[in-house]
């Protein structure tokens, strides 16, 4: 037998690394924040990694499960959108990795709900990637009730109706006291209530001020009958909605509470 023969019987076989899986990725992802908590030994690592890494996997999978429905839904939809594109979307996958980040961070499904439409829009639509940045930043800081304030907030007369609260047409209550009856678990939270309307008013989302709150208008136009957010507010309320037809952006019709903040 030659030489070249033996050399040849003797070489490995070529292997193909096995393909990985969604629940292969998603505990990747999730062994990685688990690694990066500070611990004092190899047991806390031991612990996290046996009973917290785990759900955190399960937790992404369901994520990037719910965002690839999301994309399939939008093939359907969208006549020229293929999905293909997107790996060379440099907008696109920046906007999904921020969005993931955050998403792995709460358990909210109103919240994870608006991080996947983000995605969603930022597949189909050009948004500058400054303002998504800034859009999920936002959503990642903020709280369920930041949410639905600010949705009230944009156009608080067709919420209450949508909530089948009704609301007489020259009605005088104070604006606070509408929430309070919209969502009566809030009248308890006062601090908190407080704390999210200044947040929105920080984050440049509302106009509404203490005394638009609680003022009494009779006579005059009262506040739900009016529009209390800024435009900044108006795409980001777009932004996180489910896309529609048109780029987000605002469609209702608004009549301005004051000057944009």
């Known amino acids: 037998v030659c030489s070249s023969d033996l050399h040849t019987a003797n070489r490995m ?3 193909t690394p096995p393909s990985q899986t969604p629940t292969d990725t998603a505990y990747a992802v999730a062994k990685g924040i688990v690694e990066a908590i500070p611990f004092a030994g190899g047991l806390a690592a031991e612990l996290l990694g046996r009973y917290i890494a785990p759900p955190l996997a399960r937790r992404s999978l369901r994520w990037m499960d719910d965002v690839a429905r999301g994309l399939t839904e939008l093939q359907e939809r969208f006549t020229n ?6 790996e060379h979307n440099d907008e696109f996958l920046s906007a999904t990795l921020r969005a993931t980040q955050a998403a792995m961070r709460t358990h909210e499904s109103e919240k994870i709900a608006a991080l996947r439409n ?3 829009n930022s597949a189909v639509y050009p948004i500058a990637e400054d303002e998504h940045a800034m859009f999920i930043d936002y959503i990642d800081h903020m709280t369920t009730w930041h949410v639905r304030i600010l949705r009230f907030m ?3 007369m067709t919420i209450a109706k949508h909530d089948q609260y ?3 047409p020259n009605t005088s209550d104070a604006l606070a006291n509408i929430v ?3 969502y009566p678990e809030l009248r308890e939270r006062s601090e908190l209530f407080r704390q999210v309307i200044n947040d929105l008013r920080r984050y440049g989302l509302i106009t509404v001020r ?3 709150l609680n003022e009494r208008r009779g006579g005059q136009v009262h506040g739900i009958h009016l529009s209390w957010t800024t435009a900044l507010g108006d795409r980001l309320l777009s932004f996180i909605a489910a896309p529609g037809p048109h780029p987000p952006t605002t469609t209702i019709y608004k009549v301005r ?3 944009e903040v």
């Open 154 to 156: 944009q156009d608080p």
């Open 166 to 168: 009704w609301v007489a």
């Open 257 to 259: 509470s004051g000057p």
């Open 81 to 86: 959108f293929d999905p293909a594109t997107l």
């Open 210 to 212: 203490k005394e638009d």
């Open 180 to 182: 309070w009856k919209l």
């Open 118 to 120: 983000a995605v969603l």
């Open 13 to 15: 076989p070529e292997l």
